[in-house]
């Protein structure tokens, strides 16, 4: 790509800025108006940063719905600090309804995690996947086909992942004190653009291991 091509990519970003400020403002002149005075987004989203898979758009919603925190593979690692903040505000202060932790078939960061390559900084990430990969290890395992074994793993790292922030204090606070919060596992398919809902939905503690349990 030479410089020409690079500003006029750069440029196209800001040009499509103001194309749809006007769209918007046909459809609504109050739309800014509106949106600018708070946020109330009834549910968070936990998504892989790929950039096939916008929160907004795949769920229709509009700006002002969804509060999102993406990374890669959609993790809830138990000492990020930076997810872990973004749960914490999402439940106390925006008190949101649903947490939703959204995977995607053909994930690079589960295939990734499902090789052997040495990628750098990236591997450390990745190691969180490996270590979903040896709790399932027996059923991962006896899947042949390397696509159906990554589809799986993209379910089963979802499903750990709800594990995850079901054991967060954030969201056992929410629930010691009766917020009503549900947290989700979805898979997208990026080939046909359909959310699969993993049906691991949690509204208590019940069924969090007792170690994981608070008393508050
Ligand atoms: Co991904």
Same mark, same amino acid.
């Given at each position: ?63 002002? !719905? $969804? ?12 000492? #990020? %600090? +930076?997810?872990?903040?973004? &749960? ?72 750990? !992942? $709800? ?12 629930? #010691? %004190? +009766?917020?009503?919060?549900? &947290? ?33």
């Amino acid at each position: 790509m030479n410089s020409d091509e690079l500003s006029k990519l750069y440029q196209g970003l800001l040009d499509g800025n103001r194309i749809w400020v006007e769209a918007k403002l046909k459809e609504n002149p109050d739309f800014f108006k509106d949106l600018a005075l708070s946020q109330d987004p009834p549910v968070l989203w936990i998504g892989c940063s790929d950039s096939r898979v916008p929160a907004n758009e795949i769920t229709n919603t509009k700006p002002g !719905q $969804v509060f999102v925190h993406r990374n890669i593979a959609n993790m809830v690692v138990h000492t #990020d %600090i +930076n997810l872990l903040s973004v &749960i914490d505000y999402a439940t106390s202060v925006l008190r949101v309804k649903h947490i939703i932790v959204c995977g995607h078939y053909n994930c690079g960061g589960i295939n990734a995690a499902l090789s052997n390559t040495h990628f750098g900084l990236i591997d450390n990430w990745l190691r969180n996947i490996k270590d979903v990969y040896r709790l399932h290890q027996a059923e991962l395992d006896a899947i042949t086909d390397p696509e159906g074994r990554s589809r799986r793993l993209v379910e089963l790292n979802v499903i750990e !992942q $709800v594990h995850n922030l079901s054991k967060t204090s954030a969201v056992q606070n929410s629930w #010691d %004190i +009766n917020k009503p919060l549900m &947290i989700h596992g979805w898979v997208y398919d990026v080939g046909n653009g359909i959310i699969k809902d993993l049906k691991v939905s949690m509204k208590n503690n019940k069924d969090v291991p007792d170690i994981y349990k608070f008393n508050f």
